[in-house]
């Protein structure tokens, strides 16, 4: 995960430099990845290992997956200034013979709005839930592995997003909509609060939210049984959200669901020599760190 997480800024880091002046606040960005580098390494060089900087090594993923995140929408729109809503938008309406955000109009219900609005909110705890579940049985080589297959899922999505900047229908479509959406008490404030938190984002190819619920329902399995139940139905409501509430096309689904499954079958090869390199201290002492 360290190394990723390097790369991923090194990467971003000469990118930035290329496109110098294009990037607001480029000199800054380049000082924080700087930072962010150094914190990393600072962490994986610790050799007494004590409890706070044990956990933080294991956890600052939760601190560097969002600031990744809202990253991508300085770099987006100086570096790519195009977006790919128009060929979604046809693409979709090839597959369908329709719009799919349109034509779900005939079944929009406020209460069936208000449900898929809070499953499509509770997307990061989620994820997090897994996490905390993993860790909490004290079964850290899987938290290990499942903390990796977080940050390779969220870089990657935001890579793509990068490639193929796309808005979503809610805004590109809104046009063609006959209603807007309603809820009954929770819709308004949370869609607000999205909105806040994800601020002008071209974020929809791959869908995020359909990628890394799929990566966590997988995950759960070293949990329980009745978790990874819960976690089959939630997928499929977090899949029905994104169009039902015009956030994603359905383009968006299906890219998100492939690569779901490419992080999960590249993931092993990639942990494994990793980890019989250098087991985590976590492990290996963690009568010491915990008790």
């Known amino acids: ?156 999505s935001y890579v793509g997003y990068f490639l193929v900047p796309v808005r979503g229908p809610r805004f590109f479509l809104a046009h063609l909509q006959h209603v807007d959406l309603h809820g009954v008490w929770l819709f308004d404030p949370m869609q607000r609060l999205l909105d806040r938190l994800e601020s002008a984002h071209y974020d929809c190819f791959p869908s995020g939210h359909t990628e890394m619920t799929m990566v966590a329902w997988w995950s759960s399995r070293v949990v329980s049984k009745r978790l990874f139940a819960v976690f089959s139905l939630y997928t499929i409501l977090i899949v029905s959200a994104t169009v039902y509430l015009r956030y994603h096309y359905t383009v968006d689904v299906f890219a998100g669901v492939v690569l779901a499954v490419a992080v999960l079958v590249v993931s092993p090869g990639l942990c494994a020599g990793l980890t019989a390199r250098r087991p985590s201290p976590i492990s290996t002492t963690s009568t010491e760190v915990f008790n």
């Open 1 to 156: 995960m360290d190394r990723l997480f390097i790369g991923y800024l090194a990467a971003l880091t000469l990118l930035i430099g290329v496109c110098f002046r294009q990037v607001p606040g480029a000199p800054l960005l380049l000082a924080a990845h700087g930072a962010g580098i150094a914190l990393i390494v600072a962490m994986a060089r610790v050799r007494s290992w004590p409890r706070l900087v044990a956990f933080l090594h294991h956890w600052y993923p939760l601190a560097y997956i969002p600031i990744c995140y809202k990253e991508m929408a300085i770099l987006i729109p100086p570096i790519r200034n195009t977006d790919f809503d128009a060929q979604m938008a046809s693409l979709d309406y090839r597959i369908w013979g329709t719009h799919p955000t349109v034509w779900l109009e005939r079944i929009q219900n406020p209460g069936i709005t208000e449900f898929l609005q809070i499953a499509y909110t509770l997307f990061i705890p989620s994820v997090i839930l897994v996490a905390v579940a993993i860790w909490s049985k004290r079964l850290y080589p899987e938290f290990r592995y499942y903390a990796f297959l977080v940050a390779l899922g969220f870089l990657a």
